[in-house]
């Protein structure tokens, strides 16, 4: 049987290949891609047969762009996945500290890094991703550089973790979405385990539009766990909401959305999936 082929924003090794493993499992094909219109387009095209894409970080808020991608109706949340971001200072396997004159990582990497980098005699290196760097390292065999990164990136490219979680805030988590092409899914799998969902919807400007489909949700036990209102391109200083909730009753939820969506305009589900796990 042929590896599941996932598309990811990035480079082998990088965070979001290791959010594809800990959902999918190792047996799986990374498919990178350089943009997330390139993950949604691998996986509109065939070329992937899943995709991760990240949305929030505990740290840095929410990535709007990608609100406006999941807006596709071809395409469908299926899963989500909560990644702890650890950072780790790599090196070629027979280097120790000593030997270190450089480090090279993503800028945002680098920073986060900060209060450990702060006190050592080392150049800073901006690189364009975390992955990358570490590949780099082994590639040119270079033994006065160091690269911060995830752990994979040691196993893949033979490197040793000198340094484990040298990141100054240790509760970075980024939470990634799972997509499936509208047309692979299947109406009523998976229902039982059906516990959150994820929506769009626009409001008219009056008085009290918002609140009147918020509220819904109290009146079906249903908890919201994200609102996040963006912009809509074609419309200047109009907005699109998109809502996270969470529930226990899959028929209590279903009534709800049908009453919000009559409060609302153009209220679009696409995805109803099982809360995801942290990692």
């Not at 996932?6 to 493993?21: D, M, P, S």
């Not at 040793?160 to 509760?171: L, R, S, Y």
């Amino acid at each position: 049987m042929k590896p599941m082929k996932v598309a990811i924003q990035g480079y082998e090794g990088c965070f979001h290949h290791i959010a594809a493993e800990g959902f999918f499992g190792q047996g799986i094909e990374i498919v990178p891609c350089a943009t997330f219109r390139g993950v949604v387009k691998a996986l509109e095209e065939g070329s992937a047969d899943a995709a991760l894409m990240a949305i929030e970080n505990s740290i840095a808020g929410s990535i709007l762009p990608n609100y406006g991608l999941l807006q596709d109706r071809r395409l469908r949340v299926v899963g989500e996945l909560y990644l702890q971001i650890r950072q780790n200072l790599l090196v070629l396997p027979d280097v120790e500290l000593e030997d270190i004159r450089e480090v090279w990582s993503h800028p945002m990497a680098l920073l986060q890094c900060a209060d450990y980098l702060d006190d050592k005699p080392w150049r800073l290196v901006e690189t364009e991703d975390t992955a990358l760097s570490a590949r780099q390292v082994a590639e040119q065999g270079a033994r006065h550089a160091a690269a911060i990164a995830g752990e994979l990136p040691a196993r893949l490219f033979g490197l040793k973790v000198i340094a484990p979680e040298i990141n100054t805030i240790k509760t970075n988590y980024t939470r990634f979405m799972v997509l499936r092409r509208s047309a692979d899914c299947k109406e009523d799998e998976n229902r039982d385990a059906i516990n959150k969902a994820s929506m769009y919807f626009q409001v008219g400007h009056h008085k009290g539009s918002l609140v009147s489909v918020l509220n819904t949700m109290e009146r079906y036990n249903i908890n919201m766990t994200k609102l996040q209102s963006y912009p809509i391109p074609s419309d200047p200083f109009h907005y699109l909401f998109h809502l996270d909730m969470e529930f226990q009753d899959v028929w209590e939820y279903r009534e709800a959305v049908l009453h919000m969506s009559a409060l609302s305009d153009n209220l679009t589900v696409y995805g109803e999936y099982t809360r995801g796990i942290h990692i």
